[in-house]
């Protein structure tokens, strides 16, 4: 499905040929008509015109702009996740919201989590206008419901420990701006996401990142590189907030969970790289350990027993740099 402005293309219904367009519909056009994201580019009117490889090396050019836009907004980005992790280690959740595209990749974040985290899934949520359903069907009506995202929230149980990062490439989804303001108003932390320079859902929030990656190759189609710059944006928000927890060990998953054999696989490999230790070694530590890949890295370099490695883990809020070095120290 192409989003266009989180698919506001579907926000408010087209006057008919026989009648003028209403104050309503002109003045939703001309605030499409102002965001960068909604841009028509003339220099690509005749696109269709060109060859397959020619087209593809031109949407190849578009994307590869994607990760300047992104740096440009490092410094923001940082701020988030910093105030992110201080919330979630006093145990808040993080919460994503968004219609269309922007939810959808909210989502498949948010059940990212737990497999390579170890996460509970109550832990990293994503909500998506219009609920499940969305996230196969257009069910474009939802994004311009701000009521509806103060109902996902409440049924969450929305408190000032959790945040709330509402996602929206035109930053202008009323779903998205609602959901932040209703958070905002409980006390919980706020981030906005959007592609848009001085957007209404970055102003709502208490952080504000503003990707802004220029018109798209098809006008308005924001599943492109807005939807590229959110995903790469969510990535650094769920990815580095995990890392400021302690759920990584260097650049090593220690808190994977082994749920299938490949999983059981990387886990074992997971505890060579730390430690070095024989296939016999990480065995043995593991059967100890109840297959948790954290516990056993520390029985091995921290030459302690189970109990003990969890022990440590626990007192040390689960980073095992910490507990290693308790155990050592």
């Known amino acids: 499905m192409t989003s266009s402005a989180d698919a506001t293309d579907a926000a408010s219904p087209s006057p008919s040929p026989s009648s003028p367009p209403s104050a309503d519909y002109r003045d939703l056009r001309a605030e499409l008509e102002s965001l960068t994201t909604e841009a028509f580019r003339p220099e690509l009117s005749e696109i269709d015109q060109l060859s397959t490889l020619g087209i593809a090396e031109i949407m190849n050019g578009e994307d590869a702009t994607v990760p300047a836009a992104v740096a440009a907004q490092l410094p923001r980005i940082a701020e988030a996740i910093d105030a992110i992790a201080e919330r979630m280690a006093r145990g808040g959740r993080l919460v994503y919201a968004g219609a269309g595209t922007a939810g959808r990749l909210g989502v498949l974040d948010a059940s990212e989590c737990p497999p390579t985290f170890n996460t509970d899934p109550s832990e990293v949520v994503g909500l998506v206008a219009g609920g499940p359903t969305a996230m196969t069907t257009s069910i474009e009506g939802a994004e311009d419901s701000a009521e509806l995202a103060v109902e ?26 609602g959901a932040v303001e209703h958070a905002r108003a409980l006390g919980a932390l706020t981030v906005g996401l959007s592609c848009n320079a001085d957007s209404a859902l970055a102003a709502a929030a208490d952080h504000g990142i503003e990707v802004v990656v220029g018109p798209e190759l098809l ?21 580095i907030t995990m890392i400021r927890l302690g759920k990584t060990y260097g650049n090593l998953m220690v808190d994977v969970r082994a749920s299938n054999e490949k999983l059981r696989a990387r886990s074992r490999r997971i505890v060579s790289l730390a430690t070095g230790a024989s296939d016999e070694e990480i065995e043995a530590a593991l059967a100890a350990t109840d297959g948790e890949v954290k516990n056993a890295i520390l029985t091995i370099l921290g030459n302690v027993d189970g109990p003990t490695a969890a022990r440590l883990l626990e007192e040390n809020n689960g980073h095992l740099r910490a507990a290693l070095a308790a155990a050592t120290g």
């Open 152 to 177: 996902d929230l409440s049924a969450l149980d929305l408190t000032a420990d959790d945040v709330v990062v509402g996602v929206s490439a035109s930053g202008r989804t009323p779903y998205a701006i």
């Open 219 to 239: 006008t308005g189609s924001t599943r492109l590189k807005a939807g590229t710059a959110q995903k790469l944006v969510l990535n650094m928000l769920s990815t």
